[in-house]
Each structure stands twice: as structure tokens, then as C-alpha cells.
């Protein structure tokens, strides 16, 4: 992902821990707009969806030490981009909510298990693009912060993920 020059790398990198090393196998196309987290309990990277030059991707992918696989899956979140994105350790799942549908925003949340994707709620945080999440071991909660709600409005709210539901957290 990432763009060089005006064109979207299809670059992978690994960092050891000392340096960084190109991973110099095919993998998906360059793109940005994507989600990605790191899922702890198989132990692969998970890629959803992006952009480039007009292109949209509803694609699922998963890296890991041996490279990229493209997964092959019925269904799912379609159109996405900059969505919210965190990874659920408890749950063993990764969680997206939101995100550009072109022409308009979602306010879905899904969750992909590394075999299927969910849809897990319809309702909670208006539509934005742009969200911050991440996930609170502690309290066993994702949480949601901000985002764009569209030109130019940009949310300042803050919101917590359960598991099953959306509440919103008031803060002073």
C-alpha cells in the first residue's frame, strides 16, 4: 500500500525488530483506503478492501510468514473506505465499522472470524469515515473515537463496542 510518486505501492515489508526487510513475494494490489490488523490468535495480518485509481476493492486478504493468500469469501461489507478497524482478542475477530460506500457512508458494524464476515449491527454511531478504534483488554471494549461525518464535519464523539453493541460515552 502507500503511494510513491503518485502510483500505489505493492510493497510488503517486515520489521524484525533491527530492520526492515521487503517481503519479495506477489501479494494484493497497491492500494490505499484499506483496513488492516494484525489477528493475535491465528497469527496473520488481515487486509480489507481500498482504492486505487478509481478501482475499488472488496477483497479479503491474510499474510503471514509464508506471504499472501487471497481468501475467497461469499458476502461481506462490500465497499469500504476508511473504515474504523480494530482486532478483538477475546473474540478472535476483526472489527470494522463505518467507511466510505461511494457515493455515500455507512454506519454497519462487521466482524470477520478469518472465515466469514458478519454483519453485527446495523445501528449505533452515525455513518463516518475516518474513525479511530482500538481495542481496550482491560475493559474488554473497542472503542471508537471521532471521524468524518462529511464534508466538513467532523464528529468528536466517543463510542464503545461491547461485542454486541454500540454505547456512547459521554465525556466531560
Do not use: C, H
Not at 4 to 14: A, F, P, R, V
Not at 89 to 95: D, L, P, Q, T, Y
Not at 128 to 142: F, S
Amino acid at each position: 500500500g502507500g503511494a510513491g510518486s503518485g502510483m500505489m505501492n505493492e510493497d510488503t515489508w517486515e520489521w524484525d525488530g533491527k530492520s526492515w526487510i521487503r517481503f519479495n513475494g506477489a501479494g494484493p494490489e497497491g492500494r490505499s483506503g484499506f483496513a488492516m490488523v494484525y489477528d493475535s490468535k491465528r497469527k496473520k495480518t488481515v487486509l480489507y478492501g481500498g482504492t486505487n485509481k478509481g478501482q475499488k476493492y472488496v477483497d479479503t486478504w491474510e499474510y503471514n510468514a509464508t506471504g499472501w493468500k487471497k481468501i475467497e469469501v461469499q458476502g461481506g461489507p462490500g465497499v469500504r473506505l476508511a473504515a474504523g478497524y480494530a482486532y478483538d482478542s477475546k473474540r478472535g475477530m476483526m472489527i470494522l465499522f463505518g467507511g466510505l460506500t461511494l457515493p455515500g457512508m455507512s454506519g454497519e458494524t462487521w466482524g470477520w472470524d478469518g472465515t466469514v464476515w458478519t454483519k453485527l449491527a446495523e445501528t449505533g454511531p452515525a455513518p463516518r469515515a475516518m474513525g479511530y478504534m482500538a481495542y481496550d483488554k482491560e475493559r474488554d471494549r473497542i472503542v471508537l473515537f471521532g471521524g468524518r461525518l462529511g464534508w466538513p464535519n467532523d464528529a468528536n464523539d466517543t463510542w464503545e463496542w461491547d461485542g454486541k453493541q454500540w454505547m456512547e460515552i459521554k465525556v466531560q
